[in-house]
Each structure stands twice: as structure tokens, then as C-alpha cells.
């Protein structure tokens, strides 16, 4: 079976959020003065092959620890969804 | 009112993602055989003041279309709540 998976990698709250701090700053340069706060994450989409969702899930763990996301920093969240 | 509003920016079907290519040569390189295909966007979360939710969705728009996303290149999906 084929699956889409949907993964969202946020920075830890607490986390100093260098990018989002300048996109904040940029905003508001430009007049967006109602703007409070900005974090910037990263979203990632895979498709794959998987037997069962279980599996595709362990998968997407184990590719979030290993190489997708720094498990200090960051934290993940991911839907899957078949094809 | 207070808003968070949660963008997302992807890569328009078609346009080359080399970071996404980048990603999916090194998942397979330690050993994710089953993946076929990696896209990589952005997520960027706001706050922002605002006093109706149509107010907050142009702004929003407007941001994007100004400096968050690349409309040559990118399209983006936004979901606004309350806060």
C-alpha cells in the first residue's frame, strides 16, 4: 500500500527561534505592526510504501530521530494518510 | 481579539525541490527503502492583534504574497483561530 505522510517540525517552545524572530522584524518593517510573534518550522511530506499504518508510524518515528528533526530542539507531529 | 494563525508554504507541483531530493538520497542512504518521494515546506506560526477574522485573513494573504511565500514558485494554506 502507499501512504502520504504529513510531518510538521516545530522548535521546542523556549527554543530561540532566530528565523522567526527576523521574519517578525521584517513584518514589521513593512507595516505589519499587528504582528506579535512568529515561529518558523518545517513541513515535510513523504510518500511511501508500507504495509500497515503501524508500520509506516514506526517508520516515521524512527525517520523523525534519526534525520528529520533534532529530537534536542525540536519537536514533530505527523498525519498519515493513504493513497 | 488575539489570533494565531498557521501558515503552510509549499512548493508549487512541478517546481524542482532540491532540499526534498536532498532528503529522500539520505533517508534511502540509511536505509529507508520505502520511501518514494520527500517535498519540503515551510510552517510558520503567528500571533497576531486583529478585530475580525476577515481583517486577519487579508493581512495574512497580504503577507504571504509580500514576503513570507514566493508566489512565483510557492502557494501557501493558512488556518486562522481564535485565541
Not at 68 to 73: E, G, T, Y
Request: with cysteine.
Amino acid at each position: 500500500m502507499q501512504w502520504k505522510v504529513k510531518i510538521s517540525i516545530k522548535l521546542k517552545s523556549g527554543v530561540l527561534d532566530a528565523q522567526g524572530k527576523a521574519t517578525h522584524k521584517a513584518l514589521l518593517a513593512i507595516g505589519f505592526q499587528k504582528v506579535q510573534e512568529v515561529r518558523i518550522g518545517k513541513l515535510i511530506e513523504l510518500k511511501l510504501e508500507g504495509d500497515s499504518r503501524t508500520e509506516v508510524e514506526k517508520q516515521i518515528q524512527e525517520m523523525c530521530q534519526k534525520l528529520l528533526a533534532n529530537p534536542v530542539i525540536e519537536d514533530f507531529v505527523y498525519e498519515i494518510g493513504e493513497l
